[in-house]
């Protein structure tokens, strides 16, 4: 059964640094998204993103956060220079076009010291 | 923007109990889905239930879109339901932007 993949499962940073996430949708699924989730709280959402275009983003995706799809096959999300806030799970998400059923990566823990 | 609550925050069963969970919502939705959060940290789906009632295997889930609730059953429960359940919303009009509730978090002793 297919699924969806993210690498790595853990990354270890320095605040400032930039971190890139990385997403491996499944194939057919045409529209994708990315999640975050501090431990201990719940699954918030981040960015939707349908036809090479972000459809609608959360209050906590501001400038820091960009999403792209560089090949057709992998989906990042980017943090340009990190915080110790932005530790916290990060999730990966994918549906297909016709239902919007989402189905999760296993997640990357982010870790910003 | 959309509210969604969860009831009981925890819950804690002996091996082999029933058990419903609930999901209110504030606002009308297009689609809900039910996931446990294993130990591990996995999101599993559970169900795509935007109304109506639908079964698989020991878990049953019902959503009643008018009156703006979801229930998840859990018959028999095992070990291995231990985790926290999560229903996550899209609003009408929400343009893909998915609104995950507070959680249950399930303890199954044996």
């Known amino acids: 059964e297919p699924e969806v993949t993210q690498t790595p499962s853990h990354q270890v940073t320095q605040m400032g640094q930039e971190v890139i996430l990385r997403c491996v949708p499944i194939?057919?699924?045409?529209?994708f998204y990315w999640y975050r989730q501090i431990l201990g709280q719940k699954v918030e959402f981040l960015v939707s993103?349908?036809?090479?275009?972000?459809?609608?983003k959360s209050e906590i995706f501001d400038d820091q956060f960009s999403v792209e799809r560089p090949d057709g096959s992998n989906f990042t999300l980017k943090i340009r220079s990190t915080k110790l806030e932005d530790s916290a799970m990060y999730f990966c998400a994918g549906a297909s076009p016709l239902y919007n059923e989402q189905f999760f990566g296993p997640g990357t823990r982010l870790t910003v010291l | 923007g959309i509210q969604v609550e969860q009831s009981p925050p925890d819950l804690i069963l002996q091996e082999g109990a029933n058990s419903t969970l609930r999901c209110n919502f504030s606002?009308?939705?297009?689609?809900l889905q039910w996931f446990h959060q294993n130990p591990w940290g996995q999101l599993i789906n559970l169900f795509y239930?935007?109304?109506g009632t639908k079964q698989n295997g020991r878990l049953s889930a019902t959503t009643v879109a008018t009156e703006r609730y979801s229930l998840l059953y859990i018959s028999s429960s095992q070990t291995t339901d231990s985790g926290v359940y999560f229903c996550a919303v899209e609003p009408s009009g929400g343009y893909q932007k998915v609104t995950f509730g507070t959680g249950t978090k399930l303890q199954v002793i044996p």
């Open positions: 606002d009308s939705v297009n689609n």
């Open positions: 239930i935007p109304s």
């Open positions: 993103f349908y036809n090479n275009e972000i459809s609608e």
């Open positions: 194939s057919n699924h045409l529209y």
